[in-house]
């Protein structure tokens, strides 16, 4: 058997290579037979069967700590008990889904198992599944299957026409009066209504009409249907964060004793806990990474933030296949923070100009002209940037250096045009300084990153369509982000002395005097943006799906982290943290 147990980093770990080599012969008759930066694998004496099993470690910095870190069991019995139990229970599911005849079953069987967090284990038979619901049109199916349908083939990607929804309409074109009595068939349509897409009136009327009875209706229910009736309410479905979502999700049901299916809740406990020990790993690995880098103690006044940057890249790409994709946007994420402080709190006018010219030179002679400050931020972003265009050149064949680049320069000219209309006092029209803010906020940035870092359907047409101008994909996306963003923001960044927010830029155009009302309006326009990036999901528009579905994400995550009351903004982000990071399930 071959155990593999992931360190922070070998040489940190193996401060004496022998000592590690020796203990393990000694202690538990294992013998290393591989050895990388992160891992090392150690291979029993007595046997030559294999299976591998990472576990999270903490960083260990002398020989005392590496001492007490080995002397726990090597591998903890009930952990390969586990993952054998998890790798059944998958297969076990995939046969009990591969065999489901009745279309609703197998459709609500997909939305439990997407909602639970573990649909990336069958994604090819839910799309194989769903690739066949997309060419049969069933005219009989009640409230419940359509919308159910029509939900899961738009959230998956499949272009599928509303007008399924007309069979639902009386005479005068008004969904008829007897679907109020059909509740759950109301919360699935208006869950439905929410993948509605620019233009798509009979969903918008859909929405009306599911939401007006849903409200009305919720106090007469069984307590089951009335939480889920609320659970619907308070964010439907499709603007859920992923991991959240299943978080929450598997805690509701397991209290669904009646009617839950225990394997499932089984599978959902263990591939969650699986899950987090991973995403503890990649967090050693930025928290390292960020140490390493010093930038904040160069830098007092920048944000310190790892565990944060390292929550949006959850939310964007959920999947522990996308493990090292997420470590690496993490560290631009970071680094983004650092400039917009220089640029919103720390830099004087001129500097901000030097700093901004030497990006757009993008080599270290143009470090030399920065002050001493400057100078390490800036060679810290050159060198990231470098290391993962490399990365993606080893990986792959692509040189996106220049691509990568180029996003970095759009983001600080972004910046430069922010801090020149504030110091010029200069007003934007909310147009301009929402466009400028799609690209302050890393949007676009982290979007080419990501497009290159997933690597699915990078192809020549693909790269063309990635900027100059950047996809409508990625704006819309990114107008979620910076909508929230200021909705979440405006006051702390007020009290920092950073005037921009568009609440204030939007009361101004508008002659809206509450910030009460103007916020309304800001959700507004994020609701419609919200059906713009619907059509782009659907749409052929070139990209890949997997980037399509990361946009979205990027617009879910944004509501996590901005959407809360001003004053429990950092207990609220903790609440999220330690329980989808440091909070397993028992
Ligand atoms: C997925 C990505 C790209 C996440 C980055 C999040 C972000 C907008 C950080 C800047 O916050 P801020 O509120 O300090 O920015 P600003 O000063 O521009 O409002
Ligand atoms: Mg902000």
Not at 173 to 178: C, Q, V, Y
Not at 330 to 340: G, N, S
Request: glycine share 4%.
């Amino acid at each position: 058997m071959v155990i593999t147990r992931n360190f922070a980093s070998f040489s940190e770990v193996c401060i004496s290579s022998g000592t590690l080599f020796s203990y393990l012969r000694r202690q538990y008759n294992q013998y290393p037979i591989a050895k990388t930066s992160h891992i090392c694998m150690c291979m029993p004496l007595s046997t030559s069967t294999m299976s591998s099993q990472p576990i999270a470690t903490p960083l260990i910095k002398d020989n005392e700590s590496l001492l007490r870190y080995l002397r726990q069991p090597m591998v903890l019995p009930h952990e390969l008990d586990d993952d054998t139990k998890r790798r059944e229970l998958v297969e076990r599911t995939r046969r009990e889904l591969q065999s489901m005849s009745k279309p609703l079953e197998a459709m609500k069987m997909i939305d439990t198992l997407d909602r639970l967090g573990i649909a990336y284990h069958f994604e090819d038979d839910i799309n194989a599944i769903l690739t066949t619901f997309s060419k049969s049109a069933q005219p009989n199916e009640d409230l419940l299957t359509t919308s159910l349908r029509f939900r899961l083939l738009r959230h998956n990607g499949f272009n599928i026409s509303p007008e399924i929804f007309e069979k639902f309409l009386d005479q005068n074109g008004k969904f008829e009066e007897s679907l109020t009595k059909d509740i759950p068939g109301l919360i699935s349509l208006y869950e439905a209504s929410y993948m509605g897409a620019g233009g798509e009136e009979i969903l918008l009327q859909a929405l009306e009409f599911s939401e007006g009875h849903l409200k009305s209706s919720k106090n007469n229910l069984t307590p089951q249907l009335s939480r889920q009736v609320s659970q619907a309410l308070e964010l439907p479905r499709h603007r859920r964060m992923a991991r959240l979502e299943a978080r929450r999700y598997i805690e509701e049901y397991s209290k669904e004793n009646q009617y839950n299916n225990p394997d499932l809740l089984e599978l959902a406990k263990l591939d969650y806990n699986k899950v987090q020990a991973l995403h503890q790993m990649e967090l050693t690995e930025i928290t390292r990474w960020w140490k390493q880098l010093g930038l904040v103690d160069k830098l007092p006044f920048a944000r310190d933030r790892p565990l944060e940057c390292f929550l949006w890249t959850v939310g964007l790409m959920p999947e522990p296949k996308y493990s090292s994709c997420r470590i690496e946007l993490a560290k631009t994420i970071a680094i983004l923070l650092v400039i917009d402080d220089i640029f919103d709190t720390h830099g004087t006018i001129d500097e901000l100009v030097l700093f901004t010219n030497a990006i757009r030179r993008w080599d270290l002679k143009a470090m030399e002209e920065l002050p001493e400050y400057m100078r390490i931020c800036y060679m810290a972003l050159y060198n990231t940037t470098n290391e993962i265009s490399y990365k993606i050149l080893k990986e792959n064949g692509w040189s996106v250096l220049p691509y990568l680049k180029a996003a970095w320069i759009d983001v600080v000219d972004g910046f430069m045009m922010e801090a020149s209309w504030f110091s010029n006092g200069q007003v934007p029209k909310v147009e301009e300084y929402l466009e400028n803010g799609v690209t302050t906020a890393g949007s676009y940035m982290a979007l080419v990153h990501v497009f290159f870092l997933i690597g699915k359907g990078v192809t020549e047409e693909s790269v063309q369509l990635l900027m100059n101008p950047y996809p409508k994909l990625f704006s819309n996306s990114g107008s979620i982000l910076r909508l929230w963003d200021d909705l979440g923001t405006a006051k702390e960044e007020q009290e920092r002395g950073d005037l921009a927010s568009i609440i204030i830029l939007f009361m101004k155009e508008k002659n809206i005097t509450s910030d009460e009302e103007a916020r309304e309006h800001i959700l507004q326009l994020i609701h419609n943006i919200w059906k713009e990036l619907n059509g782009e999901l659907v749409s052929r528009n070139g990209l890949p799906l997997e980037i399509k579905k990361v946009a979205l994400n990027m617009a879910r995550a944004s509501q996590v982290v901005y959407q809360h009351e001003e004053d429990t903004y950092f207990s609220n982000v903790d609440n999220y943290v330690m329980a989808l990071f440091f909070t397993p399930f028992n």
